[in-house]
């Protein structure tokens, strides 16, 4: 499955020059690691954001989100931010919040 790679670079141009952050390609996507730790991901159209288990319910009561459901399990702690990231400010908030958990966790 192809990637959305206008998404992947709205990502990379939010995530700057961090010297943190790797790309990894994953789950037929890309993903974007901090210190080796998932933050967020483009899979299809769609974008894949860790939010930690804690602020799941919560951003899952944002637009257009749902869970993240790959293999028929949800995964906890990951959430598809679904149309909601055509907004450049929806979608930063999103890489900002993935971001933040994938950093908070100890590296790789």
């Known amino acids: 499955m192809a990637y959305d790679e206008g998404l992947a670079e709205r990502i990379r141009e939010r995530l700057g020059a ?14 974007f690691l901090h210190c ?14 860790r939010v930690g288990p804690d602020a799941a319910d919560e951003a899952l009561a944002r637009p257009g989100a749902r869970v993240f459901d790959m293999t028929g399990r ?4 990951w959430v598809v931010a679904g149309s909601a990231v055509a907004e450049d400010e929806a979608l930063g908030e999103w ?7 994938a950093a908070s966790l100890p590296p790789k």
Do not use: T
């Open 18 to 31: 961090d010297p943190d952050i790797a790309e990894k390609r994953m789950f037929g996507g890309i993903a």
């Open 95 to 101: 890489i900002d919040e993935g971001h933040a958990f």
């Open 36 to 49: 080796g730790n998932m933050a967020v991901g483009v899979s299809g159209d769609d974008l894949m954001v």
């Open 74 to 77: 949800p995964m906890r702690g």
